[in-house]
């Protein structure tokens, strides 16, 4: 457990509520990591060493200057997630650890990446945006009707679920404070399941061994 301005937060754990959007204004290699340099409003209230989920994505900031920040993503994170997609200009969801002594308005993201879904389809309704998104079928004993999802570090619930597809539907306040409104058929998005139904699921296959 980390402490940060006199409050406490629980180490890498987050609600899927994006408190605010960063845009990448540069991108470097080193090896085979990826460093990004992220402008944001939250950067004069961050600290080096600390964590923030970068569109779902848990990274720790290792330099900060005058506005910006500093992350970087090593190999295997660049393998599981949508960050070797990403480019300067691009606009990211962006949320600070969890403090202990506030609500969980979304549910529990841990900021690790399961997998990527792509975009299928994006219809606008009346009073929402509805997007549906193909994900590895392996994972579809994790994806309940109704349940929880973190779709690039946004907490959603999903319906019309089948083997291999989920609907989400995005209110408007959403889809404007976060960066869903530039996702498009044929995106790439960063997926985290729910942990406690990753829990059940182990102990389930554990139980049949």
């Not at 989400?168 to 997926?191: F, L, M």
């Amino acid at each position: 457990m980390s402490v940060w301005t006199g409050m406490f937060y629980l180490a890498y754990m987050f609600t899927g509520i994006v408190e605010s959007i960063g845009i990448v204004r540069s991108i470097t290699e080193e090896g085979s990591n990826k460093s990004f340099w992220i402008e944001s409003s939250l950067a004069s209230e961050l600290s080096i060493d600390q964590s923030v989920s970068h569109q779902g994505v848990c990274l720790t900031v290792d330099q900060l200057k005058d506005g910006q920040y500093r992350v970087t993503a090593i190999d295997e994170t660049l393998k599981k997630t949508n960050l070797n997609d990403w480019k300067v200009g691009d606009r990211v969801n962006l949320e600070r650890c969890m403090q202990m002594n506030c609500r969980l308005d979304g549910h529990i993201v841990q900021g690790h990446v399961d997998t990527t879904a792509t975009c299928m389809a994006r219809e606008e309704k009346e009073g929402s945006v509805e997007y549906r998104f193909q994900f590895p079928s392996q994972y579809a004993g994790l994806v309940i009707e109704k349940g929880s999802i973190s779709v690039n570090g946004t907490s959603l619930t999903i319906f019309n679920i089948t083997e291999a597809e989920f609907t989400v539907a995005i209110i408007p306040y959403t889809y404007e404070h976060t960066s869903i409104n530039q996702v498009q058929p044929g995106t790439r998005v960063n997926i985290e399941f729910d942990i406690i139904g990753k829990y059940i699921l182990r102990q389930v296959e554990l139980g049949k061994k």
